[in-house]
């Protein structure tokens, strides 16, 4: 498959559960991001990934916890969630972030806490 | 601080007029501004972008606006069709922690274009 992917694409999580999400860019990209989009509010950045150093966290709550072990790839970890955290996540790729190139956006990562 | 306002939340048009979506932004520094459309249930996808260099870019049937002095940009869009009912977002660059540029979305607006 080519471009940027996510899995899962749906996830029900209950509070005490640890999850991972996971993203795949195929487009030889040296940026990566983890993009929160809920109802009625604006897609938020989360974290950015720069040849697979992170460069920017938006004050994101401790119990997401990034991972980017190579240019190809980044999880979002997910442990003791709480129910506002349901939303969408999103992932982006772009050749360089400083140079903000247009960003390619994954399918995105449904998720459900209960 | 960062934001951008994007005007107005939601859109209905007859197919064939024009619609025009509005976004503000706080930071002079800002240099980029794309566009996004977002169709239910995909994926965002880049439709066209503007650089502060430029006054006025045109793709086609969409067009977008930047008035740097009053710090506004605005997407054009001719002879609607059904399938540009989406969802449009805005967004600017600013700069963040560690001197870095990333962008900050609007809030998006819901277009409906109506046969």
């Known amino acids: 498959e080519t471009g940027v992917t996510q899995t899962p694409r749906h996830l029900v999580m209950g509070m005490t559960n640890k999850k991972s999400l996971k993203c795949e860019q195929h487009?030889?990209?040296?940026?990566m991001y983890w993009y929160k989009q809920s109802a009625k509010k604006p897609l938020e950045l989360m974290f950015v990934y720069s040849l697979e150093e992170r460069v920017e966290n938006n004050s994101v709550p401790s119990r997401f916890s990034p991972e980017c072990p190579n240019s190809s790839h980044l999880f979002l970890h997910l442990h003791t969630l709480q129910p506002e955290d349901s939303a969408l996540y999103l992932c982006a790729s772009s050749q360089l972030w400083t140079l903000t190139d247009t960003q390619y956006f994954g399918p995105g990562t449904r998720l459900t806490v209960l | 601080g960062e934001n951008v306002e994007q005007h107005p939340s939601t859109l209905s048009v007859q197919e064939g007029d024009s619609a025009v979506i509005k976004c503000t932004y706080s930071d002079s520094a800002s240099n980029y501004f794309p566009w996004y459309k977002q169709e239910l249930g995909k994926r965002p996808q880049l439709i066209i972008d503007i650089r502060s260099n430029v006054g006025e870019k045109k793709d086609q049937r969409i067009a977008v606006t930047l008035n740097k002095t009053a710090k506004h940009f605005s997407l054009h869009i001719t002879e609607t069709q059904p399938e540009d009912s989406a969802v449009y977002f805005c967004?600017?660059?600013?700069?963040?922690?560690?001197?870095?540029?990333?962008?900050?979305f609007g809030q998006g607006t819901r277009l409906t274009i109506n046969p």
């Open positions: 967004a600017a660059t600013f700069w963040g922690e560690w001197g870095a540029q990333k962008l900050v």
């Open positions: 487009l030889g990209h040296n940026a």
